[in-house]
């Protein structure tokens, strides 16, 4: 599938990852933490995407970069573990119902396509919707799992991980992004 035309017949324009402190409307604590995101890994032969609300953007090794972090439990996390690539997808607050069943449901038992009516894109080597305002693109760099004895803050362990189920940090050069 040609990238290119796929974004380009959908009305989105690329713009240089560069540009996003341009832009003057990228502002990551109100994308993730306030208006959530998608984060999903795969391709045509399967995919999944989970809702978050946990992330950062800034700059790594002299890149710009995007941290997904995501519960070993997260069936999302089979994929982004398997790619290369993964995105970031944020969307009106019309939207908001959609990224509520894709966060409180797994993929291994609900189609969150069929279920939400999201259209899923296949393109730069990932996924992400056709809805979607805004689409991140990711190659990944770095992934680590968070470890209990690293906790400064001790609170922090024992208020987000009573289950021991800790995050995987995923640091990806933001590679391409796609705006409507």
């Not at 409307?25 to 989970?50: Q, S």
């Not at 790594?60 to 070993?72: E, F």
């Not at 990711?138 to 001790?154: N, R, S, V, W």
Request: net charge negative.
């Amino acid at each position: 599938m040609n990238t290119e035309k796929t974004f380009d017949m959908l009305g989105y324009a690329k713009i240089s990852p560069s540009e996003l402190d341009k832009s003057g409307d990228i502002n990551p604590f109100k994308m993730i933490g306030k208006d959530w995101m998608l984060v999903t890994a795969g391709d045509e032969t399967g995919w999944n995407t989970m809702t978050a609300s946990w992330g950062f953007m800034g700059v790594m090794w002299g890149k710009n970069v995007a941290v997904a972090t995501i519960r070993p439990q997260r069936y999302t996390k089979e994929f982004i573990d398997k790619s290369e690539y993964f995105t970031l997808s944020f969307f009106e607050e019309e939207f908001r119902p959609a990224l509520s069943f894709c966060g409180k449901y797994s993929g291994r038992d609900k189609d969150k396509a069929a279920e939400t009516g999201l259209v899923p894109v296949f393109a730069d080597n990932t996924t992400a919707f056709e809805q979607a305002k805004t689409i991140i693109v990711c190659k990944k760099l770095y992934a680590q799992e968070m470890k209990p004895e690293c906790f400064i803050d001790k609170s922090c362990d024992e208020q987000w991980y009573p289950g021991k189920d800790y995050h995987t940090a995923y640091i990806g050069e933001i590679v391409a992004v796609y705006r409507k």
